[in-house]
């Protein structure tokens, strides 16, 4: 018969139960973030779109190293990443125009009611 001194040292630390998280009792995040209905959100949305083009010319050039090596399946999957962020890249830009075109119109807007009120005024002090 082996005796060892270690056998009930095993559990010491921590007991068997607590596995450093904790769940109620449906394994769910206790706040419900998660579920079916909610209407998810980004925190960052674009973060990881801040270097479209460089990812563009990153997945070309991999795509350009496998198909020299032979492997055409793979070629393809990078040739898909870069049509990918190229498409992010257009409606990034397209998104900027939008903006452009929205402030240019507020501005000339603007000036316009600027305008009819110096007019306004104007008549009005005459």
Do not use: C, W
């Amino acid at each position: 018969m082996n005796n060892f001194k270690n056998n009930n040292r095993r559990g010491r630390f921590k007991p068997n139960g607590d596995r450093g998280f904790r769940r109620n009792g449906n394994g769910h995040k206790p706040n419900g973030e998660f579920s079916n209905g909610s209407s998810f959100k980004r925190r960052h949305p674009g973060k990881n779109n801040q270097n479209a083009a460089k990812l563009v010319e990153k997945y070309n050039d991999l795509a350009r190293e496998a198909l020299s090596n032979g492997d055409k399946i793979l070629s393809e999957n990078y040739l898909q990443h870069s049509e990918h962020f190229s498409r992010i890249l257009i409606s990034q830009e397209n998104l900027r125009n939008q903006i452009e075109n929205t402030s240019d119109t507020n501005t000339s807007d603007q000036l316009k009611v600027d305008t009819e009120k110096k007019e306004s005024e104007e008549i009005t002090a005459k």
